[in-house]
């Protein structure tokens, strides 16, 4: 059975950090694009961050993110982590992660709450 379950989440001062953690289950991640979305309330789901698979290893990053936040895979631990650094209140949001296995086809994780306030 596929599954993703995100972790990390939580309360966090403006400037501060948090590491998310999507485990996966049923399949091997590597093989596959693993992306980071977030939605925050009244808002679309947007697009945070991606991974390619390990035989390519390329990233992409939003420019609202870019040079605060990283992409990274522990094959061994089947885990793709988001390190967000720096982070703002406009980064509160349920975020998710999700793997492309085709273009119609991913899994979603169920969501983690950043919440940045003071």
């Known amino acids: 059975q596929v599954q993703l379950v995100e972790s990390g989440g939580g309360l966090v001062q403006p400037g501060g950090s948090l590491r998310l953690s999507c485990a996966a289950s049923g399949f091997t991640l590597d093989y596959y694009t693993i992306g980071w979305f977030r939605q925050a309330p009244g808002k679309e789901r947007e697009g945070v961050s991606c991974?390619?698979?390990?035989?390519?290893?390329?990233?992409y990053y939003a420019d609202s993110v870019k040079g605060r936040f990283t992409i990274s895979r522990d094959n061994a631990k089947n885990t793709v982590y988001l390190q967000m650094n720096s982070l703002k209140p406009e980064d509160t949001a349920v975020y998710y992660c999700h793997a492309r296995f085709t273009s119609t086809l991913g899994y979603w994780g169920q969501g983690t709450q950043v919440t940045v306030s003071s």
């Open positions: 991974i390619s698979s390990s035989s390519d290893g390329s990233t």
